[in-house]
């Protein structure tokens, strides 16, 4: 253990000891005037709530500094799990499937493979009866024909 983490855990021991004193003497005071006891909270616990509300918006803060692009990257992810699934059926059926629940099947890790990171089902046509297609991702707004669209076509 090093010193400064000595020192830190020595001077915690300190708090709590001068806490549970101080936690006695109040006691003892309630108790000879017959007053209700009082919450008291342990400098400790005092501290980890601390921590604590400090660290969730430093995390989200976090998150959204170093990884801005996440929920684009995990519909990226999951139209690239879709197309190997298409051509998996293009290989066995020698032609793409009329509607994306044609590959889930009875599959339950695939059940949420047709919606996108914002809960919006993908829209999905074949053309030249099944031999090609277009998947698209309306993106973050909901709304189709927006630059934040993800467009897929296989010709």
Do not use: C
């Not at 004193?21 to 601390?50: A, C």
């Not at 604590?52 to 999951?78: C, D, G, H, M, S």
């Not at 590959?103 to 053309?127: E, G, M, Q």
Request: net charge positive.
């Amino acid at each position: 253990m090093h010193f400064a983490e000595l020192l830190a855990e020595l001077l915690m021991l300190f708090d709590d000891l001068k806490f549970w004193k101080k936690k006695k003497t109040r006691r003892k005071f309630e108790k000879e005037n017959g007053l209700p006891k009082q919450e008291m909270v342990n400098p400790s616990n005092k501290r980890y709530v601390i921590l604590i509300l400090l660290i969730i918006p430093l995390f989200i803060l976090f998150n959204y500094l170093f990884f801005p692009n996440r929920a684009q990257k995990e519909t990226v992810n999951k139209i690239s799990k879709i197309e190997s699934l298409l051509e998996d059926e293009k290989k066995a059926f020698n032609r793409y499937p009329d509607s994306l629940s044609d590959i889930i099947r009875n599959n339950p890790t695939l059940k949420n493979i047709t919606v996108d990171y914002w809960k919006n089902n993908f829209l999905y046509k074949t053309f030249n009866k099944g031999l090609s297609y277009s998947l698209i991702s309306k993106g973050k707004d909901g709304i189709l024909n927006t630059e934040d669209d993800i467009k897929i076509t296989n010709k």
